[in-house]
């Protein structure tokens, strides 16, 4: 069975930090290009940040640059998004995606759920004092 988990949300104060995981389970994610996405309560979903399984080239969405990094560890089949400093923006349920590996980041941090390979069921991250 193909699954993407995500983990590592939770409650933290503005200017924490998080860290959260994406694992895979039934296949193998160095494949694919991996994204995070969130949305926040009445909002539509956004791309945050994507990864290549090419070249290693990330994309980060101007909200959230300079604040939070990507990175992928093959050997642990884990992606992992970095959130420093953060916001009560930042507040939302955070989602992994696999897409092909012949998107750009670019183009795979603005596209549909439709159009991805997998998605995992979220981790809900609260920025609040």
């Known amino acids: 069975q193909v699954q993407l988990v995500e983990s590592g949300g939770g409650l933290v104060q503005p200017g924490g930090s998080l860290r959260l995981s994406c694992a895979a389970s039934g296949f193998t994610l160095d494949y694919y290009a991996i994204g995070w996405f969130r949305q926040a309560p009445g909002k539509e979903r956004e791309g945050v940040s994507c990864?290549?399984?090419?070249?290693?080239?990330?994309y980060y969405a101007d909200s959230v640059k300079g604040r939070f990094s990507i990175s992928r560890d093959n050997a642990k089949n884990t992606v992992y998004l970095q959130m420093n400093s953060l916001k009560p923006e930042d507040t939302a349920v955070y989602y992994c995606?696999?897409?092909?590996?012949?998107?750009?980041?670019?183009?795979?941090?603005?596209?549909?759920?439709?159009?991805?390979?997998?998605w995992g069921q979220g981790t809900l991250v609260t920025v609040s004092s």
């Open positions: 990864i290549s399984s090419v070249d290693r080239s990330t």
């Open positions: 995606a696999a897409g092909s590996p012949t998107l750009t980041v670019q183009a795979m941090c603005v596209m549909s759920v439709a159009d991805l390979d997998a």
